[in-house]
């Protein structure tokens, strides 16, 4: 036995509207985006405070930095000493909590506030490719020189796919076009380096 009701026209589309938003997205949790995006972590870095830098004097700073892909990705991993004249600790927050789901995405969106209020005072890229599930450690060194007069530093470790290489003399540098964290769903990395004590 089987039973057909008859709704109006109007009840039947609010009951077929609902029924696709249940099943189109109420039904199962999405995933965290840590599990979506490609992920960049800063491991731990030779150097967190700004007395290390004292006197403008070229700083050897080594990071080790992870990559997990989710998805194919070719580019470059760029670690980049940035100083900002507006932006200090207290404007952003790059503290990664594990057990928010969201927090990556609030930090990448901090280092990208960082990318664009700051400029570059010593920059490296790596080359990477990887594809999806691949996850990479790198260590990453370069020399900063930080001025005395210089505001507030970050380290920043974020993608690029924009590095030219540019010839000055005997020497050779890199120009790092850096790419958002929205423009490739990557989330980027970074720390705020601790300023220095006030002096007596």
Do not use: K
């Not at 979506?36 to 150097?47: H, N, P, Y």
């Not at 080790?64 to 600790?89: K, N, Q, W």
């Not at 927090?103 to 080359?127: C, K, M, Q, Y």
């Amino acid at each position: 036995m089987s039973w057909r009701v008859r709704l109006p026209r109007s009840q039947a589309a609010a009951l077929a509207a609902a029924s696709c938003a249940f099943f189109a997205g109420g039904c199962f949790d999405e995933p965290p985006i840590e599990e979506t995006w490609t992920r960049i972590q800063l491991l731990s870095s030779s150097v967190d405070t700004r007395e290390q830098f004292a006197g403008g004097v070229p700083v050897p700073v080594q990071v080790e930095a992870r990559i997990t892909f989710r998805e194919l990705l070719t580019g470059f991993l760029v670690v980049d000493v940035r100083s900002s004249a507006t932006l200090t600790a207290a404007d952003v927050d790059l503290e990664d909590d594990p057990d928010d789901d969201e927090d990556g995405l609030d930090v990448a969106r901090d280092v990208d506030r960082i990318l664009l209020d700051s400029t570059s005072l010593a920059v490296e890229a790596v080359p990477i490719t990887g594809f999806d599930h691949l996850i990479r450690d790198l260590e990453v060194q370069l020399d900063a020189s930080v001025p005395d007069t210089a505001g507030n530093i970050f380290l920043l470790v974020y993608f690029s796919d924009d590095v030219e290489e540019v010839e000055e003399g005997d020497m050779e540098s890199i120009i790092v076009t850096p790419t958002l964290s929205t423009e490739r769903d990557v989330l980027s990395a970074g720390m705020a380096i601790t300023p220095a004590a006030p002096s007596n």
